[in-house]
C-alpha cells in the first residue's frame, strides 16, 4: 500500500513529459498520459488487494514536508495519504473512468492541432484528482483542489479562440474560486484551533466534542468550520447557488465533459463532505444546511433539464440534479448511500456523454429537436445511451435504481418523512 503515491505521481510526470518533449513524441505524447493514468489503475488494483489482505481500517503514510511554528515540531505540516475504504472506492473510481476516457479521446479528438496539450491537461487533471483523495492532510488537499480547478480551467477552455468556450472557462474559474475562498478560510479556522492540517487529528478533535469530552475545537467553530467548508463544495459540486457554471462549461470537448461529470471535478466535493463528515456530524446546523441545500439544488436542477433543448445541456442539468441527491444523502447522515450513488452516477453519466459524443459526431448537431431514430442509423450508440438513460431514471433491476433507493431510506432514516415526501416529488422529476 505504501506505493500509492504512485497513482498521481504518473500522471504528474505524464504531464511533465508531454509539456516539454511532446512535439518530439509519437501521437505528440498523448500515449504517455495513457499509460500513466492505465498504471494509476494498475496500482489501485495492487493498492486494494494488500488492503484486502491486510484487513486493516487506514493505513497512514506520512512525511513531514516543512515546518511551522515552534522547532519542536509541535505544529509540522506533513504530507501522506490515507488508504481507507472512501479512498481506494476513489482511486479505483478517477483512474478508471480517466483511462476510458483518455481512450475515447484518442479517436475523438484526432487531427486537433493542440493535441497533445489536450492529454496533458487530462493527465494535470487526473493527477491532482487523484492527489486529492488520497491527501491525509487539508493543506494538501487544498493544493490538490486547486489544481483540480486549473485544469478544469483548461480542458473547458481547450478551444479558446471561441469566445464562447474562452468565457465558460472564465466562469468557471472565477464561480469555483468564490468557493474556494470559503474552504480556504474553514480549514484555516480548523488549523487555527487545533495546530494540525491532519485530518485525523482534527476528527478526533471532533470526535471528543461530540462525546462531551475536552476538546481544542468549540461547537460555534466547527460549525463555522464546517459550513465554510461545505461553500467550497458548492461551488465544485454545483449546489445552489454556485452551479451556475456547470452547465456553461459543455464548451469544452465532450470527452472533457464526461471527466469533469464522472470522476473529477464534481466528484471532488461529495468527496470532501464525504471524508470531512466526522466535522458536519459534529454540527447538527451545518448537516441542515447541507441537507437543504442539496434538496433545493436536486428540484431545481431537475426542472430545468426538462426544458432544455440542447444535449449536453440537458446532461448538464441532470448531474446537477444527482449532485443534490448525493449531497441530500451526506446531509441525511449516509455516506454510504451518497458514495454509492455517486459511483453510480459516474459510470452512468460517462457513458451517456461518450455517447452523446458519438451522436454529435455523427449527426452535427445537439439539438434534440432535429434528432430521431438513432437506433436505424447508429444502434450501438442507441441502445448504449438508453442504458444510461435508465439507469440513472432508476429502472429496476439497474444500478440506479439500487442507489437511489438507498438515498431515499437515508432521507427517511436522518430527515423524517416530510423531507421524503419532497425527495421522492424531486425523483419523478429527475427520473
Not at 483518455?102 to 496533458?120: H, I, P, T
Not at 491527501?135 to 486549473?150: H, K, P
Request: no cysteine; proline share 3%; hydrophobic share 60%.
Amino acid at each position: 500500500m505504501e506505493w500509492a503515491w504512485l497513482a498521481p505521481v504518473f500522471s504528474f510526470a505524464a504531464f511533465g513529459l508531454i509539456v516539454l518533449l511532446g512535439r518530439y513524441l509519437p501521437g505528440k505524447g498523448a500515449f504517455l498520459a495513457i499509460l500513466a493514468i492505465g498504471g494509476a489503475f494498475a496500482v489501485f488494483w495492487f493498492v486494494l488487494a494488500d488492503f484486502l489482505g491486510q484487513g486493516v481500517g487506514t493505513y497512514p503514510f506520512d512525511r513531514t514536508w516543512f515546518e511551522i511554528g515552534d522547532a519542536t515540531g509541535d505544529k509540522a505540516i506533513q504530507w501522506g495519504m490515507t488508504i481507507d475504504p472512501l479512498s481506494l472506492v476513489m482511486l479505483g473510481l478517477v483512474s478508471f473512468v480517466a483511462l476510458l476516457v483518455q481512450l475515447y479521446s484518442v479517436g475523438y479528438m484526432a487531427g486537433e492541432a493542440r493535441f497533445g496539450w489536450y492529454f496533458a491537461a487530462h493527465a494535470l487533471f487526473a493527477a491532482a484528482m487523484l492527489t486529492l483523495v488520497l491527501a491525509d492532510n487539508f493543506l494538501l488537499l487544498y493544493i490538490a483542489w486547486e489544481l483540480v480547478g486549473l485544469g478544469s480551467y483548461l480542458l473547458i477552455g481547450f478551444w479558446y479562440e471561441r469566445r464562447s468556450a474562452a468565457e465558460a472557462a472564465k466562469k468557471a474559474f472565477i464561480t469555483t474560486r468564490i468557493g474556494d475562498v470559503g474552504l480556504l478560510i474553514g480549514i484555516l479556522i480548523l488549523f487555527k484551533a487545533t495546530g494540525t492540517f491532519q485530518m485525523s487529528a482534527i476528527f478526533a478533535e471532533a470526535g471528543k466534542l461530540v462525546a462531551g469530552e475536552p476538546s481544542l475545537l468549540t461547537h460555534s467553530s466547527v460549525t463555522l468550520s464546517a459550513i465554510l467548508i461545505f461553500i467550497g463544495v458548492m461551488g465544485k459540486s454545483a449546489q445552489f447557488p454556485l452551479h451556475v457554471w456547470l452547465p456553461d462549461a459543455m464548451e469544452g470537448p465532450t470527452p472533457v465533459s464526461a471527466l469533469i461529470h464522472a470522476a473529477t471535478m464534481v466528484a471532488a466535493g461529495v468527496y470532501l463532505v464525504a471524508r470531512a463528515f466526522p466535522l458536519f456530524e459534529a454540527s447538527p446546523a451545518a448537516l441542515m444546511v447541507v441537507t437543504i441545500i442539496g434538496l433545493i439544488t436536486a428540484g431545481m436542477a431537475a426542472t430545468m433539464a426538462l426544458v432544455m433543448t440542447d444535449l449536453k445541456r440537458v446532461l448538464a442539468y441532470s448531474t446537477i440534479s444527482h449532485l443534490g441527491f448525493m449531497i441530500l444523502a451526506l446531509g441525511a447522515g449516509s455516506v454510504g448511500a451518497a458514495i454509492f450513488h455517486l459511483v453510480v452516477h459516474a459510470f452512468s453519466k460517462a457513458l451517456l456523454f461518450l455517447g452523446a459524443g458519438s451522436v454529435m459526431h455523427g449527426a452535427d448537431k445537439t439539438d434534440i429537436r432535429e434528432m430521431g431514430g438513432l437506433r436505424h442509423r447508429m444502434p450501438v450508440t442507441a441502445y448504449t445511451f438508453a442504458i444510461g438513460a435508465l439507469s440513472l431514471a432508476g429502472f429496476p433491476l439497474l444500478s440506479g435504481f439500487f442507489s437511489k433507493d438507498e438515498v431515499l431510506l437515508a432521507v427517511l432514516d436522518g430527515r423524517g418523512p416530510i423531507f421524503l415526501a419532497v425527495t421522492l416529488g424531486i425523483v419523478f422529476f429527475s427520473a
